[in-house]
């Protein structure tokens, strides 16, 4: 029976449809997961620059707000105080003490200039002074090089900035807060169309506390922490530049009780908002200040590169190597990246996706990579044995149907003429009894060891185990081995070894006797045209085992066939009729009833030719 190889070609087919369909669901599988851990990744990097964001307002607030709530007196270079001395002269006023202005004693590194600017473009600033003015500063503690550097920065100023420029690019109308947002709130993000300014519900103030509590201690003002402290903390998973505006307002807000509306000298003075802006590439942060004859504008130049700095240093430990770029136009705002307090937004290279080799969805991918390769794998080696079984089966059937056929013929044919008195002589009558006995014989081995192979197929059963000693087991068998030899011209030689003659022990003799009788059989089939006309059954104890060896002078076997020796059904109804007669099942079944006897059965070659087959079971101790 040739195998069936369009079992073969289905089996192909199916398997590779289930390896392209688990391919392609492996390539989405593995996108998605990129995809995921992209998605990932992005959320970290957004929450980490929410923070950085809200870490850098809290920086910027106590510096813009400070200069914010600065009253537009105080852009004069000097002031009188209110307490005054008698002069030493009857009837003469008080001269009031002259005091300089704050912004010259008191500056910020973070401003490098104060300035003040009228319709006529007219620029002052109470850190530039001339004459003097300069002399009477210096006297009071000024240092005459900050006058002087200040004045080359007002002459710079002046000279590149107009107020007109200026002017147009002021918050019109004053307001409740002090500061105002560089763009309008309700701008939308080119970006990002689809993100509005708008749309945020949350608690400022508590969003405010998160980032005073995730800030360093030196980057926190006391009021600014005296704010919003014991309020709840929510969690940080937004980051809307609204939040952190009105944060800036709210903190401005109550820097400045009110709107700056004064009266100086009987004129009604009212103070804008300030707003910080680009003028080239100076960051200016201005206001309008009304009077009722005209418009000024007060306010300073910032220290853009120190203030860079020190909110690149606030977030080094959460964006390590960003940079803020200047913002002058409202298409060049991302929302995500841009800053409440001044004009000007992140920078940040998305980062790569990593590669991760065991996420969860890569590890469950190689258990079904797996489990699919040992089904695949297993089903071979099933449809393999069940074709390579049904092969052997149906050579096993051609096999028995050759050996029946011969004997059934043998009968037939004797028993007919025997019927018949068709053989007058008594000794022909007796021979043909004869070979008719030997054929029955015959098929009632062949029928025992296919029913005794059934019976092992089935499962193991108990057999019927006696204690007796080697010398009584082998007397049992020794005259039907004799026989058998004698049938096949050969002469059986039974050597036993006196110290295990009385060995005693407990096996199955039956399953014994079928064990050799099989050996002595395939002997006599094999080696019938061998000129060495003996067999040699040795029987002996070692290592606790004892042995039984069946050997012939035979022409041994062919080192092909070693392989499927103790294979079931190995032998094709060619090879039958070829060879000698069989079916290919007794040492099968010898080396099964071995297994059940606790031993094995093994082949060698034989020195001078021919074939050896041990048998050997453990002796138990039976004393």
């Given at each position: 029976m040739k195998r069936p190889w369009h079992f073969w070609t289905l089996f192909i087919a199916a398997l590779a449809t289930v390896l392209s369909a688990m391919t392609w669901l492996t390539f989405m599988a593995l996108d998605l997961d990129r995809a995921e851990i992209a998605a990932r990744q992005q959320a970290e990097?957004?929450?980490?620059?929410?923070?950085?964001?809200?870490?850098?307002?809290?920086?910027?607030?106590?510096?813009?707000?400070?200069?914010?709530?600065?009253?537009?007196?105080?852009?004069?270079?000097?002031?009188?105080?209110?307490?005054?001395?008698?002069?030493?002269?009857?009837?003469?006023?008080?001269?009031?003490?002259?005091?300089?202005?704050?912004?010259?004693?008191?500056?910020?590194?973070?401003?490098?200039?104060?300035?003040?600017?009228?319709?006529?473009?007219?620029?002052?600033?109470?850190?530039?002074?001339?004459?003097?003015?300069?002399?009477?500063?210096?006297?009071?503690?000024?240092?005459?090089?900050?006058?002087?550097?200040?004045?080359?920065?007002?002459?710079?100023?002046?000279?590149?900035?107009?107020?007109?420029?200026?002017?147009?690019r002021l918050?019109?109308?004053?307001?409740?807060?002090?500061?105002?947002?560089?763009?309008?709130?309700?701008?939308?993000?080119?970006?990002?169309?689809?993100?509005?300014?708008?749309?945020?519900?949350?608690?400022?103030?508590?969003l405010q506390l998160q980032v005073l509590q995730d800030s360093e201690p030196e980057t926190q003002s006391p009021e600014l922490t005296n704010t919003y402290v014991n309020r709840r903390t929510p969690s940080r998973n937004r980051n809307d530049l609204q939040q952190r505006a009105a944060a800036l307002q709210t903190y401005s807000q109550q820097s400045i009780p009110a709107e700056q509306v004064l009266a100086v000298g009987g004129d009604t003075v009212r103070e804008g908002v300030s707003r910080p802006v680009w003028i080239g590439s100076e960051l200016l942060f201005a206001r309008r200040v009304e009077t009722h004859d005209d418009v000024r504008i007060q306010g300073c130049v910032l220290n853009w590169p120190a203030i860079k700095q020190q909110l690149l240093e606030e977030v080094d430990d959460l964006l390590p190597g960003i940079d803020i770029e200047p913002v002058s136009q409202l298409e060049q705002v991302n929302v995500s990246r841009m800053l409440a307090a001044l004009p000007a937004q992140l920078v940040i290279t998305n980062p790569s996706v990593p590669q991760v080799a065991w996420s969860p969805m890569r590890v469950s991918l190689w258990i079904v990579w797996a489990c699919l390769l040992l089904v695949a794998v297993g089903a071979g080696v099933l449809l393999h044995g069940v074709l390579q079984l049904s092969e052997r089966r149906g050579a096993f059937v051609s096999a028995v149907t050759h050996e029946l056929r011969t004997p059934l013929t043998t009968f037939r044919m004797y028993s007919e003429m025997l019927a018949h008195d068709m053989v007058p002589d008594p000794a022909r009558r007796r021979t043909y009894l004869e070979t008719l006995r030997r054929e029955a014989d015959r098929l009632s081995h062949l029928v025992e060891n296919v029913?005794?192979?059934?019976?092992?197929?089935?499962?193991?059963?108990?057999?019927?185990?006696?204690?007796?000693?080697?010398?009584?087991?082998?007397?049992?068998?020794?005259?039907?081995l004799v026989e058998r030899a004698e049938q096949a011209d050969m002469q059986l030689a039974i050597r036993i070894d006196p110290e295990t003659r009385d060995r005693r022990l407990e096996t199955d003799p039956a399953a014994v006797e079928q064990i050799l009788f099989n050996l002595v059989d395939n002997a006599c089939k094999y080696a019938a045209a061998a000129d060495h006309r003996r067999l040699n059954l040795e029987v002996y104890e070692s290592d606790g085992l004892l042995r039984l060896s069946v050997e012939d002078y035979g022409p041994g076997v062919a080192a092909g066939n070693v392989r499927k020796l103790f294979r079931p059904f190995s032998k094709a109804v060619d090879d039958a009729a070829d060879s000698t007669p069989g079916v290919g099942l007794g040492l099968a079944l010898c080396r099964r009833l071995a297994h059940e006897l606790g031993g094995r059965l093994d082949f060698a070659p034989h020195p001078e030719g021919g074939a050896i087959f041990f048998l050997e079971f453990p002796i138990p101790d039976l004393t």
């Open positions: 990097l957004e929450e980490d620059i929410s923070r950085a964001l809200w870490r850098m307002e809290v920086t910027l607030m106590p510096i813009l707000a400070k200069e914010a709530a600065r009253p537009s007196s105080a852009y004069a270079p000097l002031a009188a105080t209110d307490s005054g001395e008698k002069s030493p002269h009857h009837g003469e006023l008080p001269t009031p003490p002259i005091e300089l202005s704050p912004l010259l004693t008191n500056r910020s590194k973070y401003v490098l200039l104060n300035f003040e600017v009228g319709p006529a473009n007219k620029w002052t600033s109470p850190q530039s002074l001339t004459g003097s003015l300069c002399a009477l500063a210096c006297r009071n503690g000024a240092s005459i090089a900050e006058i002087q550097q200040c004045t080359h920065r007002l002459d710079a100023l002046r000279g590149t900035v107009e107020y007109k420029t200026l002017f147009e918050p019109e109308d004053s307001q409740s807060a002090s500061t105002s947002l560089p763009f309008d709130l309700q701008a939308t993000n080119p970006a990002d169309p689809t993100q509005t300014l708008t749309n945020n519900r949350m608690d400022f103030n508590t029913l005794s192979y059934a019976r092992l197929e089935r499962g193991p059963t108990r057999r019927g185990h006696e204690r007796l000693t080697v010398d009584a087991m082998l007397q049992r068998m020794t005259e039907r």
